[in-house]
């Protein structure tokens, strides 16, 4: 039986994390780069094994991510507080507004712009990885690569500590069938002005192995 479900985006996420594993009790499965086939493609896993009466016990989106400077250095790991949808809304001449201040219902927004983890995964998984960053993990469609754009970021979302693409869209579905979710993430990349020669994608791989070897080792809630 498989309890907990973890959903990347590339298969390269998904070797590195089974490199850390030997739980048959965990599934990794790569899904697609973007919220929303993360979004889809989760929300189908979580309904088959329902249906085949092996539902999952929790999901997670893991994977690599850029992180805000200040917050969490390259190679570090990050457990996400919350998943933020960070770029759904409008833009107006005062600025970007977010989606729930668009007069948007709730219930049309798979819970609202932003889905909080599990308080109790997030303990299991601080517990596992006592020296991660917590803070808001956002989700963004094109990948910040501008100085104004990060500083509009650190703005709008203090207490964001790195974006990646998938970590809301995995939410939203985990929270439509009820399943706990959580993000972890290691870090690659500054956010920041683009610039491949400062990745260290590597290093990010190594670290999402460590983490996941981690977390195997503690039981779920």
């Known amino acids: 039986m498989t309890d907990l479900l973890v959903v990347t985006a590339v298969p390269a996420e998904a070797e590195a994390i089974q490199a850390g594993l030997d739980d048959p009790t965990i599934a990794v499965v790569p899904v697609g780069v973007g919220a929303a086939v993360a979004a889809a493609a989760t929300g189908r896993l979580l ?13 997670i989106s893991a994977g690599v991510a850029g992180g ?11 457990l996400g507080t919350r998943a ?12 970007f507004l977010p989606i729930d201040e668009l007069g948007m ?10 889905v909080s983890a599990d308080p109790e995964l997030l303990t299991t998984l601080r517990t596992a990885l006592p020296s991660a960053t917590v803070g808001a993990v956002l989700t963004v469609n094109t990948v910040t690569g501008t100085a104004a754009s990060t500083q509009a970021l650190r703005q709008r979302y203090p207490d964001a500590v790195a974006e990646a693409m998938e970590g809301y869209g995995v939410a939203v579905a985990a ?28 290093d990010a791989l190594a670290a999402l192995t460590t983490a996941a070897a981690a977390v195997a080792a503690v039981a779920l809630p």
């Open 47 to 59: 309904a088959f094994a329902e249906a085949a009466g092996r539902p999952y016990r929790a999901v």
């Open 68 to 78: 805000f400077a200040d917050q969490v250095p390259v190679g570090g790991v990050v």
């Open 84 to 95: 933020v949808a960070a770029d759904l809304g409008a833009e107006s001449p005062d600025g």
């Open 105 to 114: 219902p709730p219930a049309l927004l798979g819970g609202g712009p932003a």
């Open 175 to 202: 929270s439509q069938a009820g399943v706990p979710f959580a993000e972890l993430r290691t870090i690659s990349n500054p956010i920041g002005p683009r610039d491949r020669e400062a990745w260290r994608l590597s």
